[in-house]
């Protein structure tokens, strides 16, 4: 196949959740474009709309399928936007592949059991093309848990992104410990980081909590951190202390929560100057003097800011929580240390391999707290982040004769006993065919179709949040 000289490349993102659909909107973006970018750009080279891109959204339909407020509060624009089932996704790939301008990159921003599922929906769709989209994959943050399954669900695309060199490493080691091919690991960075360098303190000192849907889990250890919350706020009565909340009761994004911090802070009287607060965690963070959360990716995108950035013990440093994955970066701290004054100061050694390019001293540091620098991962570090995922991705459109097939670890001879049931969640059979009575994709649904979709979601909502919680007291009784 020759290499393609058009301006535009056509890129479709195909999320799962509101926090997935930012993460693979904002990588296309970085990952597609040649124009240069800097570290405090957080939309990345070429935004969609603009000259240089052309980006189609897809949401799969599911349980944590974004509602339009989730979507407006992401803040991250497309050309079109549309929700699909997975059989759906994969026959629009189709009838896109036959065309004079098929996509040229598909991102997919999904969990590892929905992405393997597409990928093989995939190879069978494009079986004998003479061309392809480059596919990529990867990882919305931190990954601190069912490292081996997420990548070995995800092998098989032609980029799986590591948000760092850290990550990169891992990845490559479960990979080549399976006998799988590592070559498709891309050390990259989050695309979201950016933004203004802290220049506190804010009048007033602010402190904002980032909430996280399931972590923790339990209503004792979610309703312990409340309270702890509350205290600071009564301790400290000249700052503004703000609840950052990730969803409105009813809604889902990327895990299920359900015990939303609202409905627990309804049960008790908040002091005046702590309040609960929906929105972009980047506007928020403008005016943060002290960013605390339990395991939150918010972290890294505080400390690439330089914000003063605490990952709370108090309930421990365990796998569960994912607070294990922050042990030498300096940001370890108690509740009791916070509110007695205490700052933490990252270890610059640690940020660089997360890939947190952060600039310029800690503001309300100790004075001779070391800074990031070229050489510990700093701005100009974070700019070129993307380069080589962006060279990856030129040289596979450029390749003579056209791409591969799509050749995930994954097959009836490595897993038998497994992935006839991951392909079967999406309608599809272990050949990657729909199977009998998937959705249909020939027809937009009908007014009807749509109201028993909703109802079904909200049932399903419904049920985690209220059902599932009472029944689990009524086992413990």
Request: one cysteine or more.
């Amino acid at each position: 196949m020759p290499a393609r000289t058009k301006k535009t490349r056509r890129v479709a993102v195909l999320a799962d959740s509101d926090t997935r659909w930012k993460w693979g909107a904002l990588t296309a973006s970085r990952i597609v474009s040649a124009q240069p970018h800097g570290p405090g750009d957080t939309a990345g080279p070429s935004a969609p709309g603009e000259p240089g891109l052309r980006l189609d959204g897809y949401l799969l339909r599911g349980r944590a399928t974004p509602t339009a407020r989730q979507l407006t509060e992401v803040g991250v624009r497309a050309d079109s936007l549309r929700e699909v089932t997975a059989v759906e996704f994969l026959r629009a790939m189709d009838a896109d592949a036959g065309g004079e301008e098929p996509y040229d990159v598909l991102v997919l921003a999904l969990v590892g059991g929905g992405t393997q599922a597409v990928l093989h929906g995939l190879k069978r769709v494009w079986q004998g093309r003479e061309r392809r989209p480059v596919v990529v994959t990867g990882y919305v943050g931190v990954v601190y848990e069912k490292l081996a399954d997420g990548l070995l669900l995800r092998h098989g695309a032609d980029l799986v992104l590591a948000n760092s060199r850290h990550d990169a490493d891992r990845f490559r080691a479960v990979y080549e410990g399976v006998g799988a091919d590592a070559s498709a690991v891309t050390e990259v960075a989050l695309p979201f980081l950016g933004g203004t360098p802290y220049a506190g303190p804010n009048d007033p000192y602010t402190v904002v909590f980032a909430a996280q849907p399931s972590v923790p889990a339990g209503r004792a250890d979610r309703a312990y951190l409340l309270d702890r919350l509350i205290r600071h706020a009564r301790l400290h009565p000249e700052r503004e202390v703000l609840l950052k909340l990730r969803s409105r009761p009813g809604e889902h994004t990327t895990h299920i929560e359900e015990l939303p911090y609202q409905k627990l802070a309804q049960k008790t009287e908040l002091p005046p100057n702590l309040r609960l607060v929906y929105g972009h965690m980047g506007t928020v963070l403008d005016r943060a003097d002290l960013l605390v959360t339990v395991s939150s990716t918010a972290a890294l995108e505080a400390l690439h800011r330089r914000i003063p950035t605490a990952v709370l013990t108090d309930l421990g440093v365990r796998e569960a929580l994912g607070n294990h994955h922050f042990t030498g970066s300096g940001c370890l701290a108690s509740w009791e240390r916070l509110d007695a004054g205490h700052r933490p100061v990252p270890d610059e050694e640690w940020l660089a391999r997360q890939g947190v390019a952060a600039v310029g001293p800690v503001r309300g540091a100790p004075d001779g707290a070391p800074s990031a620098g070229p050489a510990a991962g700093g701005g100009e570090a974070y700019a070129t982040a993307f380069d080589a995922a962006r060279e990856r991705v030129a040289r596979l459109l450029a390749a003579p004769g056209g791409l591969p097939p799509l050749d995930p670890y994954y097959t009836a001879a490595t897993a038998p006993g497994y992935l006839p049931g991951i392909l079967a969640r999406h309608h599809l059979g272990p050949d990657g065919a729909p199977l009998p009575g998937a959705p249909d994709a020939g027809r937009e649904p009908g007014p009807v179709r749509q109201i028993v979709r909703r109802a079904a979601r909200g049932a399903y909502r419904h049920g985690v949040q209220r059902v599932a919680p009472v029944i689990r007291r009524m086992g413990e009784l």
